[in-house]
């Protein structure tokens, strides 16, 4: 079989910054390695060429706002994304995104349509035009549907008739597929994990074997040494994790030091500098601002634990880079970093602000237990390598097009 021509459609891409949008570079980066012709299309404005790939942007061309009066932010803001997803779709005095997006699906001539969902509009759309026009539809779902958008989804699903789209689902968790039942119901869901450099990850291991740090994680003395790489935005929690920090000092042995480093930017930052003062966490609450994978990488290498607090963590890909280097992590049961890591083995899981407070005071009071994890990230993570992901994706294109 030739090779496919393959449009990848997301309302988020680079230059704006987040999970999906660093996800899609990577995989992007790696199918056209592996011989797919594909371009990207998004309403996000930027270069024409992202890592060698053509990214097909559904906005005004020359412009660095994109012709948007509403330019999304680099970060996620709820507010501004509204406003920016309005003007996608209703723009008086120039073509719309969604136009654009259709006159591109139309024109380009594509064997399959990969559309990757951020609980954003025009993957909806996307994936609606391409049904009509006969393609070849896989779609990527990126993140949960929460409790209060339940209702809003089950009304999405019944209005645009998603379950009977003849299309090829997946979701790049087992808890993101269990959360899209009130918009697909019993339409199958098969996993599509996101991917990681595991070796280049792993290289940290070896960097720890070499650190005179002297921290506590493997049952050693002085301050424990807890890492969060996060946007810092509500979804995120940034807030529960310095309450939880908080907790759990209160809770430990005179003399045992937690000291905290947040790498991150995001529109909370001020906020959060200005509770970790009121929480009395002073310099041991550190924050870093946005870091390149280099500079992350060197930060786990000095880690003792990987922190992360969000409910709604569709697959947690930065819990992974930690756990790759050797780092264990402690999050909450009801996100998708179950799906890779072994509670009492390489993580802690916990059902709830407290139970995350008090996890995190266990790990600090017994040595034996900051062992105990440590070991069980010697081990490498099967199945996430990019290699094995790419690997996926291809055997599904090609299972598409067989049809």
Same mark, same amino acid.
């Given at each position: 079989?030739?090779?496919?021509?393959?449009?990848? #459609?997301?309302?988020?891409?680079?230059?704006?910054?987040?999970?999906?949008?660093?996800?899609?570079?990577?995989?992007? #980066? &790696?199918?056209?390695?592996?011989?797919?012709?594909?371009?990207?299309?998004?309403?996000?404005?930027?270069?024409?060429?992202?890592?060698?790939?053509?990214?097909?942007?559904?906005?005004?061309?020359?412009?660095?706002?994109?012709?948007?009066?509403?330019?999304?932010?680099?970060?996620?803001?709820?507010? %501004?994304?509204?406003?920016?997803?309005? !003007?996608? =779709? @209703?723009?008086?005095?120039?073509?719309?995104?969604?136009?654009?997006?259709?006159?591109?699906?139309? @024109?380009?001539?594509?064997?399959?349509?990969?559309?990757? =969902?951020?609980?954003?509009?025009? @993957?909806? @759309?996307?994936?609606?035009?391409? #049904?009509?026009?006969?393609?070849?539809?896989?779609?990527? =779902?990126?993140?949960?549907?929460? &409790?209060?958008?339940?209702?809003?989804?089950?009304?999405?699903?019944?209005?645009?008739?998603?379950? %009977?789209?003849?299309?090829? &689902?997946?979701?790049?968790?087992?808890?993101?597929?269990?959360?899209?039942?009130?918009?697909?119901?019993?339409?199958?869901?098969?996993?599509?994990?996101?991917?990681?450099?595991?070796?280049?990850?792993?290289?940290?291991?070896?960097?720890?074997?070499?650190?005179?740090?002297?921290?506590?994680?493997?049952?050693? !003395?002085?301050?424990?040494?807890? *890492?969060?790489?996060?946007?810092?935005?509500?979804?995120?929690?940034?807030?529960?994790?310095?309450?939880?920090?908080?907790?759990?000092?209160?809770?430990?042995?005179?003399?045992?030091?937690?000291?905290?480093?947040?790498?991150?930017?995001?529109?909370?930052?001020?906020?959060?500098?200005?509770?970790?003062?009121?929480?009395?966490?002073?310099?041991?609450?550190?924050?870093?601002?946005?870091?390149?994978?280099?500079?992350?990488?060197?930060?786990?290498?000095?880690?003792?634990? =990987? *922190?992360?607090?969000?409910?709604? !963590?569709?697959?947690?890909?930065?819990?992974?880079?930690?756990?790759?280097?050797? #780092?264990?992590?402690?999050?909450?049961?009801?996100?998708?970093?179950?799906?890779? *890591?072994?509670?009492?083995?390489?993580?802690?899981?916990?059902?709830?602000?407290?139970?995350?407070?008090?996890? *995190?005071?266990?790990?600090?009071?017994?040595?034996?237990? %900051?062992?105990?994890?440590?070991?069980?990230?010697?081990?490498?993570?099967?199945?996430?390598?990019?290699?094995?992901?790419?690997?996926?994706?291809?055997?599904?294109?090609?299972?598409?097009?067989?049809?």
């Amino acid at each position: 079989m030739t090779a496919p021509r393959v449009a990848l #459609v997301s309302d988020w891409y680079l230059p704006r910054f987040g999970g999906i949008e660093l996800h899609l570079r990577d995989l992007t #980066v &790696h199918l056209k390695a592996e011989g797919v012709d594909l371009e990207v299309l998004t309403p996000v404005p930027g270069p024409g060429e992202v890592e060698g790939v053509v990214v097909r942007r559904l906005c005004a061309a020359g412009r660095a706002d994109g012709g948007y009066r509403f330019p999304p932010p680099p970060h996620a803001n709820s507010a %501004r994304d509204l406003f920016f997803f309005l !003007e996608c =779709f @209703a723009s008086p005095h120039r073509k719309s995104a969604h136009a654009r997006l259709r006159e591109q699906l139309r @024109a380009g001539r594509y064997d399959l349509v990969h559309v990757h =969902f951020g609980n954003a509009p025009l @993957a909806y @759309a996307a994936t609606r035009e391409a #049904v009509r026009l006969g393609l070849p539809v896989l779609t990527t =779902f990126h993140s949960m549907i929460g &409790h209060v958008q339940i209702p809003l989804a089950a009304a999405l699903g019944r209005m645009l008739g998603c379950a %009977r789209w003849p299309v090829r &689902h997946s979701a790049v968790s087992s808890v993101v597929a269990r959360s899209l039942r009130p918009l697909l119901g019993a339409a199958p869901v098969e996993i599509l994990p996101n991917g990681i450099d595991a070796d280049w990850w792993g290289a940290a291991r070896a960097m720890r074997a070499g650190n005179d740090a002297g921290g506590a994680g493997a049952g050693g !003395e002085g301050a424990i040494e807890l *890492l969060a790489v996060m946007r810092l935005h509500p979804r995120k929690r940034p807030q529960a994790l310095l309450r939880a920090v908080a907790q759990a000092r209160r809770e430990l042995p005179q003399g045992q030091r937690l000291r905290l480093r947040i790498i991150g930017e995001g529109p909370l930052r001020a906020a959060l500098e200005r509770q970790a003062g009121r929480l009395g966490l002073g310099p041991d609450a550190e924050f870093l601002g946005r870091l390149g994978r280099e500079e992350i990488r060197a930060a786990l290498s000095r880690a003792d634990l =990987f *922190l992360l607090p969000s409910r709604l !963590e569709s697959f947690g890909i930065a819990a992974l880079e930690a756990r790759c280097a050797g #780092v264990p992590v402690l999050g909450m049961r009801e996100a998708g970093l179950r799906d890779f *890591l072994t509670e009492g083995a390489d993580c802690l899981l916990a059902d709830g602000d407290r139970a995350f407070a008090a996890a *995190l005071a266990r790990y600090g009071r017994e040595p034996d237990l %900051r062992r105990r994890l440590a070991e069980g990230c010697r081990a490498a993570v099967p199945g996430l390598s990019w290699p094995e992901v790419t690997a996926r994706h291809l055997l599904t294109y090609r299972q598409l097009l067989a049809k």
